[in-house]
Structures are given as C-alpha cells and as structure tokens.
C-alpha cells in the first residue's frame, strides 16, 4: 500500500479564511507544474496565490484586493461571484452529474444549449449555424476544426485539400494540433511543430508590418492578399480552410484594419475553402456581440467558442457548425470517428446555459456594443497622450497600446529589457492585472464592468504609467 495517500493534506488555511502563503507556494513549487511558466523561476518568486473573486474584483492570499482587467484569463465575461452560475451546477450535478453523448444517447442541458446557441448565432449569406460539437477548451475545439475540415473535403472527394493557412502571432491552443495552427514560434520549437499540412502568413498589424506611410485600409487589404498569395503558393485544389481570430488576443490584442475581414471573405469565396473564425475569446459579448463575426460581417463556416460561453466558471468549448459543413457531414458521412469522454457535459453545458441567460438578461453583448465599450474606447484612448504610449485603442472589451521609448520617432525599447514587464510589476503592486505581451500592455475586463468602474481602472493604469516611467528613468533607459 502506498502510505502517502494516508498522509493528512496540510492546512493551507487557517480560521478566518487566513492562508499561508509560503507553506502553499512550497507545495505548488514542489507538485504543480504550471502552464508557460518557467518553473526554476517560480521557485525563486513564489506563486502569487489568488483566493477569492468578486464582481471584478480578485483578493490575493495575503489579502491584497485586485481589479481583473483580464477576467481571469479573458473569460469571466459575467464576472465574478455570480451565484446563479453555481446554482446551475449544484442542481445539474444532483440530478445527472455526468453521461456521455456516445452510443445513441443524449441530454438535456446539451440539447437545450446547442439550440440556443443555434439560436443565437446570426445567420449571414444565408449560411446558418445549426448544429454544435462540444469539447471542453478551445484547443480541443480546433482540433475538432482540423478533424472537420479534412473529414469535409474528403467526403466531397477533394481529400488532398488538406493544407490549413493560418498566421504568425495567432493563438490556437497548445494541444499539438492547436499549437501547429497558432503562429507562436516559441511553441512551435518545442514541440517539432506544426504538424504537416499547417502553413502561416504574416498577421495585419499595422504598427509593425505596414510600409512607411502605408494607410491602415491600404495595409489591411495588402494583409488579407497574402492569404492569396499563400493559396496560389500551396496550390488552390490543396487548401482546406482558413483559421483565424477576428482580433487576436493572445498575440496582444491585434485589431485588424476594416478592409481585412471584406477582403479574405473574397479570397476564401474565390477559391472555396472553409472559413473558421476562432472566437475562443471574441465571442460571447466580448466585442459587443454573441458571436465576432457579426461584428466584421463575414460569413464563417465554422466558431470556435469556448472560455466565455460559461464565463469560465467551469470548462466548456466547441465549434460551431454552419450549414454548408454539417450537412455533409451528415448526408454523407456515416460515422465521424471523433470526440470527447466529455462532448455535451451535462454540468457544464448547464451552467453554459445560466451564464447565457444572465448575459442576456443583463444585455452585456448590447451594453457593450453600445455603452460601456464605447465609453471604454474613449477613456482608453486618452492614454495616447501619455509620453510612453502609443496605439491605445480598444474594439468592444479588448484594448491594447504599445509602450515606446520615443513616441515622435516611433522608436522602441531594447526587446531585452522586458520593459512590459516592468509595467506589468507596476500593475499588480497597485492592485490591477493587466497583461504584458513583448511591449504591448492589454486589457480584457469583465464585461460587466460600469462606467465608474471604468474610470478607477483607468486611473489605475495611468499611475502604472507613471510608475513604470518613473522606474525606465531611473534606470537610465529612457531620457
Ligand atoms: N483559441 C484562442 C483564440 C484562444 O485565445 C485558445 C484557442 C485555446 O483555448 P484553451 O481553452 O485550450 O486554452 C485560446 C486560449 C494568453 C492566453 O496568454 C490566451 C489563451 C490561453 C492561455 C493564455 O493571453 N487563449
């Protein structure tokens, strides 16, 4: 017998909800491999360890109060500490906590939120999306994608169309299909990737990958003909799909110029391959609207969803198949050797369906759309006025800028010198997250955020600012 599981767990956590931070970051750095993280590091720092959430709110062990300008990890759309969410849960998980959808058999909650979903989904050049295969994140959903995509064009007897494009600086996931079709380099060196038949293009970021003097519609239509000119590359007949986000998230809030998306919706109508449009974090109000597509007006085959649709406060993802896709598969197909022990969980798929309603209730996508998120683009372009920024702008609930050494020469800082993570330091010393990517510092709060609360975050990022300034001068990296 193993003793070791007789051994009683420490106590972390004392009366009156007091914890013990080393004694928690001794044992995370002695069991708990983290996602991306450079464990030797860790060691060195200690986790910071984060133990309650509310509203928008996240207190850490040692009691310090933060706002989330990140909503966990883009995902707390309805915020924190909604009981209703927890509600759903408990009831679900005593009345059928779990049963597969294999083997002919379905239920309720994963019927009724694929309907909604159904539902909810805008129908766009008379393509709708009726149908859902669920998994549980975002990168097991585009595996589905890859899996779709070729199990189509097999069926329609094109199976050399295999290739799928995607970009440089996109994020897809880290399962090794999500990681091939993600444009990080970093992860594509670890892992022997990507897996054959994904290709790249260059990403429609205008500060760094326009001419000189090159508009932001010029660039954007420039962007989306490298997709062509990758289709003509590869061969039009080899081509399956076309993957991307409709603002990249991950790659640092990357807002493509508005000539983009009408130009590769073009590209992929000329030359026939499948469009997905991976809405892991853009859907579900995050740009104002239940699904991103709607928001640019292109027309999707398949949405990848995940994150948001439970505001993250249980695992849940999937694609959305739109018509032109599923019914192939399903006149045709016979069986698709494909999914998940946990497809349609019935848990999860239950308080899919309570987070919906609240939004829905609460009109977030529409105060988004219409409100908040245009008071949010406003007050966060203020910060352009701020000698270190520069390009702070923001669509729906996302925002990013770029922090410059020389606003007037558009010169940057050393890459080395991680000056976004100086910022970042600065951040949650003063009680905010925001995130760092190289020196582009982005926010994605929960979209339940008021107009007030707006007003503290941004006064909040504008002593970081001001921190962070502070600090590069009295380094000597900045005059
Ligand atoms: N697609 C997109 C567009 C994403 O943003 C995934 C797929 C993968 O989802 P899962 O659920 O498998 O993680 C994501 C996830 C970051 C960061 O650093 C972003 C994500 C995940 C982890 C970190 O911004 N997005």
Not at 79 to 87: C, I, N, P, S, T
């Amino acid at each position: 017998m193993n003793t070791s599981t007789l051994i009683a767990p420490p106590v972390l956590v004392q009366r009156a909800e007091k914890h013990d931070t080393k004694a928690i970051q001794a044992l995370d750095s002695a069991h708990f491999l983290h996602p991306f993280t450079d464990h030797g590091d860790l060691a060195t720092r200690g986790a910071r360890v984060i133990t309650r959430a509310e509203d928008i709110y996240v207190w850490d062990s040692e009691g310090q109060k933060i706002l989330d300008g990140m909503s966990g990890l883009w995902c707390v759309n309805a915020g924190y500490g909604r009981k209703e969410l927890a509600d759903a849960a408990y009831r679900q998980m005593m009345t059928l906590p779990f049963y597969n959808s294999f083997f002919q058999t379905t239920n309720v909650p994963a019927v009724q939120l694929a309907t909604k979903l159904a539902q909810l989904a805008p129908k766009v050049g008379g393509r709708s999306f009726n149908h859902v295969f669920f998994s549980s994140s975002g990168s097991e959903s585009n595996d589905t994608n890859v899996r779709l995509a070729r199990r189509y064009w097999d069926l329609l007897g094109q199976p050399q169309r295999k290739v799928i494009i995607s970009r440089h600086n996109a994020y897809h996931g880290s399962t090794m299909a999500g990681a091939s079709l993600g444009g990080m380099s970093g992860m594509h060196a670890q892992g022997d990737l990507p897996i054959p038949n994904i290709v790249h293009i260059e990403q429609p970021y205008h500060f760094e990958n326009a001419n000189p003097g090159e508009s932001r519609d010029d660039f954007g239509i420039r962007a989306a003909r490298w997709l062509e000119e990758k289709i003509l590359e590869v061969g039009p007949d080899k081509v399956a799909a076309f993957i991307a986000e409709p603002v990249q998230g991950a790659g640092g809030v990357i807002i493509p110029p508005q000539t983009y998306w009408p130009e590769i919706q073009r590209i992929v109508d000329q030359y026939g391959i499948l469009l997905i449009s991976d809405e892991v974090i853009c859907a579900f109000g995050r740009l104002g609207h239940w699904f991103a597509y709607e928001k640019f007006g292109y027309r999707p085959d398949m949405i990848t969803f995940a994150k948001g649709v439970t505001s993250g406060y249980i695992p849940l993802g999937g694609v959305m198949v739109g018509d032109r896709v599923a019914q192939v598969l399903i006149d045709k197909g016979g069986e698709f050797n494909h999914g998940y022990t946990y497809s349609g969980h019935p848990v999860a798929c239950a308080v899919a369906l309570a987070n919906l309603e609240l939004m829905e209730r609460e009109g977030l996508p529409q105060r988004v759309r219409e409100d908040t998120g245009p008071y949010l683009a406003q007050r966060f372009a203020e910060l352009n006025s701020h000698p270190l920024v520069t390009e702070a702008e923001t669509c729906g609930f996302v925002a990013g800028l770029v922090l410059v050494k020389d606003k007037a020469r558009r010169e940057m800082f050393d890459p080395d010198l991680a000056v976004g993570m100086v910022c970042r330091g600065h951040c949650f010393r003063n009680g905010l997250i925001m995130r760092a990517v190289g020196d582009r510092m982005i926010i994605a709060p929960p979209l339940s955020m008021t107009r007030a609360q707006i007003d503290e975050m941004m006064d909040l990022i504008v002593r970081c600012l001001d921190a962070t300034q502070a600090e590069l001068r009295e380094r000597g990296w900045l005059v």
